[in-house]
Nanobody
């Protein structure tokens, strides 16, 4: 089983990034997938969730209206489109999901002012 995130980087405040998480080793479409983020000294925070078919989504209040979670079950990939980024969005972003709640290695997102 693998979850591999990509797409992080350095962006200016107000900019956009799209994160991807490619999954393998389990029946991707059968499971909800989640994006979390974590900054040093803080607990991991749930950012967004998407159901197996993509029909249901959840967003943390802090990102609602700015972030969009989506998935392509044909590609076993979940995405997080992040717009209007703020400095407080700076964190390591992780995807999570699967039958044993697997984690990816994380991708760093840094938003500069």
């Amino acid at each position: 089983v693998q979850l591999v995130e990509s797409g992080g980087g350095l962006v200016q405040s107000g900019g956009s990034l799209r994160l991807s998480c490619a999954a393998s080793g389990f029946t991707f479409s059968s499971y909800a997938m989640r994006w979390y983020r974590q900054t040093p000294g803080k607990e991991r925070e749930l950012v967004a969730t998407i159901g197996g078919t993509g029909g249901s989504t959840y967003y943390a209040d802090s990102v609602k209206g700015r972030f969009t979670v989506s998935r392509d079950n044909a590609k076993n990939t979940v995405y997080l489109q992040m717009n209007s980024l703020k400095t407080e969005d700076t964190a390591v972003y992780y995807c999570n999901g699967g039958p044993r709640s697997y984690w990816g290695q994380g991708t760093q997102v840094t938003v500069s002012s």
